[in-house]
């Protein structure tokens, strides 16, 4: 287990007295008078508003706050009070949710990320919980957002329990696996969600509002996606760095021979509005189109892959339209779809876990094509022209 390390300060912008430990705190005042900016070596801690644990929460990663009522969203000083090292974890996820306290009323099993518990399971409330595996951030709103929750493996009866007495409820729950290393804590503005702008701000917007949000409204988010597509071979000639979905990369570039992605996982289409051929790209330097199976050098369109974290890959396989036929589930990638299921074709498909790339060809060649999580009752719903699929893999890297 790696243990992560964070330094506490008694005054802003890293003044006074300091105090540094890589374990839970119960009470920071103990070392400090009072604690007013903390910067986070290694690893991600939750600090709390108060004592044992309890009061107003946020999750923090590596970096330097140097104001902690900005950071904790507070008008009082002196805010943070204890804290909780959140260890790395790499094993398997697994809670039950509760729609009342002491576990009762309607209960549903959660294995992976929830961005809206009404949505999904029609439930309105949740009141309690009890965490097998895993550790998780519960949020008081839908889509990550609002007040957050950090519970670790055990029993919780209500939402006192959970270290919060002044939420009612929570209504989305998230994993905190590896990925959450390299997400940012992204202010959402009173009256305007970031998250309605994702992916389309920019760091510089981030950085600024980091400095002059006041709200107490966080969320986390991953890094910001961004590639480089250039006109010719071995990155020369006019280029466009791109950060968001693009529609229409023609206004920037003629043709696209070369590419460099720096960070996240992407989808190029050779036509405007994301059709006609694909390919899917991963973190690296791509000298030549034919390093991403490029039928030409059309690149007319672009989309980065959002929405995916963890270490879960599920799909279900249908050799019939509207998932009739024989079913398979899969996990892992498939090199030959006909030695694997001795059928040829793939009529329709379910993405439960991940995101994956099909390819109309054995062994990861032909046609690409990306599905992420949903449901696709017709190969044409993945913008296949044919049933055809020859081998699939999980998009893993970003």
């Known amino acids: ?10 005054d802003k912008n890293f003044q006074g ?14 070392y400090l008078s009072r604690c007013n900016s903390c910067r986070v070596e290694s690893g991600c801690f939750m600090v709390y508003e108060r004592p044992n644990f309890m009061g107003h929460q946020m999750m923090v990663r590596r970096g330097e706050y140097p104001d902690n009522q900005r950071l904790m969203g507070m008008t009082m000083s002196d805010c943070i009070r204890s804290c909780r090292n959140i ?33 999904r399971y029609r439930m309105s409330d949740c009141q309690s919980c009890n965490v097998m595996e895993g550790h998780w951030l519960m949020y008081e709103q839908p889509h990550f957002r609002g007040r957050q929750m950090y519970v670790r493996p055990g029993e919780y009866r209500n939402l006192r329990e959970m270290g919060n007495s002044s939420m009612n409820r929570f209504m989305s729950v998230r994993r905190i696996t590896d990925s959450c290393l390299t997400y940012i804590c992204l202010p959402l503005k009173w009256g305007c969600s970031y998250m309605s702008q994702w992916p389309s701000i920019t760091l510089q917007d981030w950085q600024s509002d980091m400095r002059s949000c006041t709200c107490s409204d966080y969320s986390l988010l991953p890094v910001l996606p961004q590639i480089t597509f250039y006109e010719e071979k071995n990155f020369q000639g006019r280029c466009y760095e791109c950060s968001s979905d693009c529609a229409d990369l023609h206004s920037y570039l003629s043709r696209c021979n070369s590419a460099r992605v720096e960070s996240g996982a992407w989808v ?3 036509k405007p509005n994301y059709k006609g051929y694909q390919y899917i790209l991963s973190p690296g330097e791509y000298t030549d189109n034919q390093q991403w199976m490029g039928f030409n050098d059309s690149v007319k369109s672009c989309r980065a892959v959002k929405n995916v974290y963890g270490n879960v890959w599920k ?41 994956w790339a ?22 044409t719903d993945w913008s296949a022209a044919s049933a055809a699929v020859g081998s699939f893999r999980r998009i893993t890297e970003f």
């Open 268 to 270: 190029l289409y050779e």
């Open 87 to 119: 260890p790395s974890y790499r094993g398997q996820f697994r809670m039950r949710m509760y729609e009342r306290e002491n576990f009762g009323g309607q209960m549903h099993e959660l294995m992976d990320d929830c961005d809206s518990i009404q949505d």
């Open 315 to 355: 799909l279900r396989l249908y050799e019939r339209p509207d998932f009739g036929g024989q079913m398979v589930e899969w996990a892992e990638d498939c090199p030959s779809v006909y030695e694997a299921f001795k059928f040829r074709e793939v009529y329709s498909c379910m993405v439960t876990h991940g995101a």
């Open 358 to 379: 099909f390819y109309e060809l054995p062994n990861y060649r032909g046609r690409q094509y990306f599905l992420e999580r949903g449901e696709y009752p017709r190969h």
């Open 17 to 30: 007295r300091s105090y540094e430990t890589s374990n839970d705190c119960a009470e920071v005042t103990s």
């Open 1 to 10: 287990m790696t243990m992560g390390k964070i330094i506490f300060y008694e």
